[in-house]
């Protein structure tokens, strides 16, 4: 099945203790749709500048991603720079430079409207309420925000909220959605709100997924914990790698069962931890399917109590 | 197998976001007891004062735990007033009453001498040591500590590690002790310092055992998820409470294979989560087998892959 991801495609400064990059390839529809293609067709929504050249194309040409959702304007594409000196967990943001993207008004290439999954990677809940309702045959309509939109553009959020089957945010965005400290009360909070399925990343933790089940208040809880890796070079689009290994896997799937769910969690925290090895996406541009599934399978087997 | 745990009895003051109790039973050694009790015969050394009376003693003597080690002095026990109100995860304190604790000198009642195991509770590292050394025959010794003797007893809790098979303690002991940012890098260096067991606990991320294998370099590592707990009552010795489950199921056990130690992590896991559900042991006070085995299976339910 084909997934379709309307997000940014970027250009990263990033300075961790490993060292410093400019302008890598980055962007939350870029670590996305890499994650993803090892799983399924996916087809990116976005916009960049003169300054996205063969170079950065080519990376998507390899992986097979159909870009002809990408618009190509006048001027820079969206660029941010940042560190995670003090703690390799925190983005530090030095810059934010909109670019091309403060005037993005997602395009959808009629060739994508038989897609089954879409993704709504973290932009402003205007735009992602706009590319939901122009795609209404999706099966399955995943997306992300951040702590920016859920403060201060929340009545745009709820309205996309209302229209998601998965939300994948981290801890803290989930306790600020639903104004509640604790993690399973928060959760609940959050899937009053429209998505049925709520994955919460906890970082280098790993992710508890929550499903409602219907005929009863309980939810259904699956935890995994994260891979402990020994050398975090960059963990920039971590989350967002986390969130196409977890969707792309669905995607891949005959049917969604709560054990297809359960795997997906295990893949986004194999994808996001692969994210993690290189600066930007170089990592991901260099990955193998075999490479995922032994990672996947070493996981497992050092979270398997028996 | 029995285990000799040698630690503090105390008293402690706690408020959190569900209420305020004074002057509870608490204490590491009180809680480590009460929780590994579910699982093989206990023995305290510890010492308390006239304010420990026979309420306190029949918390003991009702789990069958072996209290001749608890010497009984002028003065008052051990007090500690703290509190959870910004963050239900960190304990902020309010006073530390040493009181009888301030002379602690550790006896060992000869009909300790036989005991399979010990446990040094997070006291003073030179009386770590002192139990450590007068009690030779013991066949697995585990400990804790905290950041205070990390810091400003380091020499003497050089010597303890020496000595310890499964040191316990968390994320930021851990990376403290080894100066090292990184969790898998910091574990490899402070199993340098003599544990060939450590489990870091991650609070309510869960933990993970790391141990060393003969004739390689490379870790074997183990990593549970924490129970996701809807009410949070008092956190107050849950890292004591998972010691106790995670040391008194691998007392139970006939051989200390891999599968014995991910299995005790877990009951660690478990006997923690149920710590939190009432005020300081009262939760503990109340368990039964049934109740921790009900967990842990759906605790495994919850973690459990395909």
């Not at 940042?82 to 670019?99: F, M, P, Q, R, V």
């Not at 409207?113 to 795609?135: G, K, T, Y």
Request: with cysteine; charged share 25%.
């Amino acid at each position: 099945m084909s997934i379709t991801v309307v997000g940014s495609v970027a250009y990263d400064s990033i300075e961790t203790p490993a060292g410093r990059r400019e302008r890598c390839l980055g962007g939350a529809a870029t670590y996305f749709s890499l994650a993803a293609s090892f799983f399924t067709d996916v087809r990116v929504i976005a916009v960049v500048g003169e300054d996205f050249g063969p170079r950065q194309q080519s990376v998507f040409d390899k992986r097979k991603i159909d870009t002809r959702g990408i618009e190509h304007t006048a001027g820079k594409s969206f660029f941010w720079e940042g560190s995670y000196l003090e703690d390799i967990n925190e983005a530090k943001t030095h810059a934010t430079e909109l670019n091309v993207f403060a005037k993005f008004e997602p395009k959808i290439p009629a060739a994508y409207a038989d897609s089954d999954f879409l993704f709504l990677a973290n932009i402003d809940p205007v735009l992602q309420r706009r590319v939901r309702e122009a795609m209404p045959q999706v099966k399955l309509v995943a997306g992300d925000t951040m702590n920016y939109w859920i403060n201060d553009y929340r009545p745009a959020l709820l309205e996309v909220l209302k229209g998601l089957d998965v939300l994948l945010i981290n801890d803290t965005e989930t306790r600020t959605l639903a104004s509640e400290k604790n993690l399973v009360r928060a959760a609940r909070a959050v899937m009053a709100l429209g998505p049925r399925s709520l994955v919460v990343k906890h970082g280098e933790y790993g992710a508890t997924l929550f499903q409602s089940q219907t005929g009863t208040k309980d939810l259904r809880i699956f935890r995994a914990p994260a891979m402990p890796l020994e050398e975090v070079i960059d963990p920039t689009g971590a989350g967002d790698s986390f969130a196409g290994g977890f969707v792309g896997y669905l995607a891949s799937q005959p049917e969604l069962t709560p054990a297809a769910f359960r795997r997906a969690v295990f893949y986004g925290s194999t994808m996001g931890s692969f994210a993690c090895e290189r600066f930007g996406t170089e990592r991901l541009q260099q990955l193998t399917r075999e490479e995922i599934d032994a990672r996947f399978n070493h996981f497992r087997e050092i979270t398997h109590l028996d």
